[in-house]
C-alpha cells in the first residue's frame, strides 16, 4: 500500500511541457491548447515555477543518467541542451537513443503518458480498478469466456480458499495487486487440496497475505529456445477507435535473459523486442533498461530478430476481444502467452506506459495511430 501511495502521488500533479508555450508531438497540439487556455492565473504561475525548477533539474539528471549508462561528457552536453529545449527528461533521452532534438516530436514523454491517461482511462486511477486487482480480473475473464489461467486458489486476509483440484500441476503465486513480476514465486506441485491447504500459509507468511495461485503456463514450442525459466508473453496494446471498436496500436515481445528468473520483465532484466503488426515478426531485442542490443538470445543463441510469432492472428483477436470484455478503459495493455493450445490472456494493464513499446521499437508511438487515438480520447474526455 506504500508504494501505491508514493506512485499516485508522483502522478497527481500533472506537469505542463515547457514554460510558457507547450513543447511535445505536433497531434497532441490541440490537447495542449486546451489546456493552456483553460489555465488560471495561479495555475500558469505555477507551472511556470515548475518548469524552470525542471530546467535548472535537468543538468543534474543528465549526469546521473551519463554514469548510470557509461555515457560520456559529449553525450551529456548534447542531451542537457536537448532536454531544455524541448522539456524532456535526459533518462528517456536515453532509453530512447534520442540525440536530435525533433526526434522527440515523434515520441510521448512518460510524464506526458501518466497525464493522459489519467484524463481518458480514470477508472484506472481508482480502487474499483479492476485490472489492478488479478483477482477480480481472472473473474471477468472467465465470466467473459476468453482463455485465461484458472485460478486454483485465492488467498485474502490470511484465508486460503481453493476453487479447483491442483492435482499435481506446478503452480505459480501472485500478488493479488503486484506490478512488474514482483513477488512471483513458483511453487511445487500439491498432490490434493488439502495439501495445498496446509502448505501455502508457509508462502503466505514469507511474501504476504493477497495471492492469486494458478497453473503454471505452458510456452509454445516455438518459443522454448527463448523461454529458459520464464514465460515469455507479448504485450499488445489496443484503444478504442472512433467508432469505440478495440484496436491493436502496439506490440513488444519479452523473454527472460537471466536463467534464474521466473517472470520475463524488463525488471528483471528480461530482453524486449518489437513486433511487426502485420505478421508477428520480431525486430531486434535489446534490455529494456540499457545495455547491448541483440539478434540473437544472449543465452541459447536462438534467432530473435526475425522470429514470427506463432498464432499472431489468433493473440491480437484476443487482445481485441479482451478489451470489449473490458470496454470500460479506453486503452489496455494486455500481457498475452503464446501457448501449445493458442493464446492466453495472462493480465491487463490500464497504465501500459510508453518506455518498453518506444524503447523496443526505437520510434515513437505519437506518429502512429497509437498517438491518434489517443488524442481522439483527449479531446473527446476534456
Known amino acids: 500500500m506504500g ?20 513543447v511535445s508531438a505536433p497531434v497532441f497540439a490541440l490537447h495542449y491548447a486546451g ?3 483553460a489555465r488560471g492565473a495561479a495555475r500558469a504561475a505555477l507551472d511556470l515555477v515548475v518548469g524552470l525548477a525542471f530546467r ?29 529545449a524541448r522539456f524532456a527528461d535526459p533518462n528517456d533521452l536515453a532509453l530512447f537513443r534520442l540525440d536530435r532534438a525533433d526526434a522527440l516530436d515523434g515520441y510521448i514523454r512518460r510524464f506526458e503518458d501518466a497525464a493522459f491517461n489519467k484524463r481518458i482511462n480514470p477508472l484506472g486511477w481508482t480502487r474499483d480498478c479492476v485490472l489492478a486487482d488479478k483477482r477480480r480480473f481472472a473473474a471477468r475473464a472467465l465470466a467473459a469466456g476468453l482463455p485465461h489461467p484458472e485460478t486454483v486458489a485465492e488467498v485474502t486476509d490470511g484465508a486460503v480458499r ?12 501472485k500478488p493479488a495487486h503486484g506490478e512488474g513480476g514482483d513477488g512471483v514465486r513458483l511453487l511445487g506441485p500439491f498432490a490434493d487440496a488439502d495439501t495445498l491447504r496446509a502448505q501455502l500459509p508457509a508462502v503466505l507468511r514469507k511474501h504476504g497475505t493477497a495471492l492469486l495461485v494458478q497453473p503454471l503456463v505452458e510456452v509454445h514450442p516455438d518459443l522454448r529456445d527463448v523461454a529458459l525459466a520464464a514465460l515469455p508473453t507479448v504485450r499488445i496494446v489496443t484503444i478504442l477507435d472512433e467508432a469505440g471498436r478495440p ?17 520475463d520483465n524488463m525488471k528483471a532484466g528480461g530482453l524486449i523486442a518489437p513486433v511487426d503488426l502485420r505478421d508477428g515478426r520480431l525486430g531486434l531485442a535489446c534490455q529494456g533498461y540499457g545495455g547491448v542490443d541483440h539478434a540473437t538470445h544472449p ?11 506463432p498464432d ?11 478489451h470489449l470484455a473490458f470496454a470500460d478503459y479506453a486503452l489496455v495493455g494486455w500481457d498475452v502467452a503464446l501457448t501449445p493450445a493458442g493464446p492466453m490472456l495472462i493480465e491487463g494493464n490500464g497504465k501500459p506506459g510508453v518506455l518498453m513499446p518506444q524503447r ?11 498517438g491518434v487515438l489517443l488524442a481522439h480520447h483527449l479531446a473527446t474526455k476534456a
Do not use: H, M, N
Open 56 to 84: 535548472a533539474w535537468v543538468p543534474f539528471r543528465a549526469r546521473a543518467v551519463q554514469r548510470r549508462f557509461g555515457l560520456d561528457a559529449d553525450w551529456r552536453q548534447r542531451a542537457t541542451a536537448i532536454a531544455r
Open 312 to 322: 499472431w492472428p489468433a493473440a491480437c483477436a484476443l487482445a481485441q476481444s479482451a
Open 247 to 263: 484496436e491493436v496500436v502496439s506490440a513488444t515481445f519479452r523473454c527472460a535473459a537471466d536463467p534464474a528468473a521466473c517472470v
Open 360 to 370: 523496443a521499437a526505437r520510434a515513437g508511438l505519437a506518429d502512429g495511430r497509437y
Open 162 to 173: 481453493v476453487l479447483a483440484d491442483p492435482a499435481g500441476r506446478a503452480l505459480v503465486a
Open 35 to 37: 489546456r493552456r487556455q
Open 299 to 309: 543465452v541459447t543463441g536462438a534467432a530473435i530478430q526475425g522470429r514470427v510469432l
Open 3 to 22: 508504494y501505491d501511495r508514493i506512485y499516485f502521488l508522483k502522478k497527481a500533479f500533472a506537469l505542463y511541457p515547457g514554460l510558457r508555450r507547450p
